[in-house]
């Protein structure tokens, strides 16, 4: 059963304003009081406030829902996420098929050109991103608190500076 169009778009935005509010947290949890997040794996960054994804400092070009995928498999951290719940996530109130799926992905991958292994498809399972995820932001947020504490007089490194990603080098 197919959704008439308004009931689809009003499901697709509803799912958007959700999508932002879970991007929000994560951004408040990995920097509380920034602007927005960036995260980074090999070559490449997303921001996730402005919803881009970037190559050696150069915009990728990435439809809507290959950003939506992309996010959805950064948020996973290296767990298999089935074909269903992308689905469900990426075409919330909409029945399509799984070859929209395999098309998006498939875009995803060119968009990632010689990286584009770090999408992992487990045949007839789902899909895994297996890169090494790192958060500016989370290195960041620690490296002024660190600064703040050294100020302060205080040498220890804070606790809450454990971030859940990977930080940074700097």
């Known amino acids: 059963m197919r959704l008439p169009l308004t009931d689809a778009r009003e499901a697709y935005q509803l799912r958007h304003r959700e999508m932002r509010r879970e991007m929000s947290a994560i951004t408040h949890e990995l920097r509380p009081g920034a602007a927005g997040a960036i995260l980074e794996f090999g070559r490449f960054r997303v921001l996730l406030r ?3 994804l970037l190559a050696d400092g150069t915009l990728v070009e990435l439809g809507t829902r ?3 995928l992309l996010l959805a498999l950064l948020e996973a951290d290296g767990s298999l ?7 469900r996530r990426v075409w919330p109130g909409i029945v ?3 070859e929209n799926l395999k098309v998006q992905i498939s875009a995803l991958r060119k968009a990632l050109g010689a990286d584009r292994d770090v999408i992992r498809t487990e045949f007839g399972r789902g899909y895994r991103f297996t890169g090494v995820l790192r958060s500016n932001a989370a290195s960041n947020a620690c490296h002024h608190a660190t600064r703040r504490r050294q100020r302060l007089g ?4 804070p606790p809450s500076c454990r971030p859940r990603f990977v930080a ?3």
């Not at 996420?81 to 689905?87: M, Q, R, V, Y």
């Open 168 to 170: 940074c080098a700097r």
């Open 50 to 52: 402005r919803r881009q």
């Open 154 to 157: 205080q040498r220890s490194f």
């Open 81 to 87: 996420i089935s074909k269903e719940d992308l689905l």
């Open 66 to 68: 290959a950003f939506d």
């Open 96 to 98: 399509v098929s799984e």
